[in-house]
């Protein structure tokens, strides 16, 4: 059972919009930052988003990420196959002194 | 450029111990903690904890407390997660992930992760 809960999967077309929750509390989410990982079968997570809203250099403008109280979202728009993956959100929660993270959500782009 | 280098793949019995290794070149060690992260087979990600490669001291998530131990070696820049009295349900790949002390301020991400390396744990 995850800290952050997050859809298990999000489908999509090519070409469209998707948007992933990430859901949390006041001791995670509500007071710290969001970030994103993305993960390709049997590689390991990469940086797609922190501080809620940054990208890190290199990565598309198609990414984008926001934070409302309790919850943070990751979008990405003009979908392509290659988006196909596990993305997961993480933060710090101030009450546990842990990194939490969400159980994943899978992107399949359709 | 800034990359982690974990250690190959590892197959131990039941009771033994293992030791991974991550090497970090590209950066100034000291100026980031080194994090750890569990990902059993099918599953998402779970934080063990970190260390402060300043100071050498570790925080261990619930859970990951007495068979797990981490170190660092600065003098070969690499950090080391050791897990002794292995079980079959440590059988997962362990990544070791970057940090820069800024968790505790709000600003909390890992960047980047080494490869990861698979510990299987069969008899």
């Known amino acids: 059972q995850s800290v952050l809960t997050q859809p298990p999967s999000v489908s999509a077309a090519p070409g469209q919009k998707v948007t992933i929750s990430c859901s949390g509390s006041s001791s995670n989410i509500g007071n710290n930052y969001v970030a994103w990982y993305q993960q390709f079968p049997g590689t390991a997570p990469k940086l797609l988003i922190y501080d809620n809203n940054k990208r890190p250099s290199g990565i598309p403008d198609r990414f984008s990420g926001s934070k409302s109280g309790t919850s943070g979202t990751l979008g990405i728009t003009g979908l392509q196959t290659g988006d196909e993956a596990d993305y997961y959100c993480g933060t710090w929660d101030s009450s546990l002194s842990y990194v939490v993270f969400g159980g994943g959500t899978k992107l399949t782009v359709l | 450029q800034v990359q982690l280098v974990q250690s190959g793949s590892e197959l131990r019995k039941p009771g033994a111990s293992v030791k991974v290794s991550c090497k970090a070149s590209?950066?100034?060690?000291?100026?980031?903690?080194m994090n750890w992260v569990r990902q059993a087979p099918g599953q998402g990600l779970e934080w063990m904890g970190w260390?402060?490669?300043?100071?050498?001291?570790?925080t261990y998530a619930q859970g990951f407390t007495g068979r797990f131990v981490f170190s660092f070696d600065t003098s070969v820049n690499t950090a080391y997660l050791q897990i002794n009295s292995l079980k079959a349900e440590d059988t997962a790949v362990y990544y070791c992930?970057?940090?820069?002390?800024?968790?505790?301020?709000?600003?909390?991400?890992?960047?980047?992760w080494g490869q990861g390396t698979l510990v299987t744990v069969s008899s």
């Open positions: 590209g950066y100034n060690i000291t100026n980031y903690a």
């Open positions: 992930g970057r940090e820069d002390y800024k968790c505790g301020g709000g600003s909390c991400y890992l960047d980047p």
């Open positions: 260390i402060n490669i300043n100071t050498g001291t570790p």
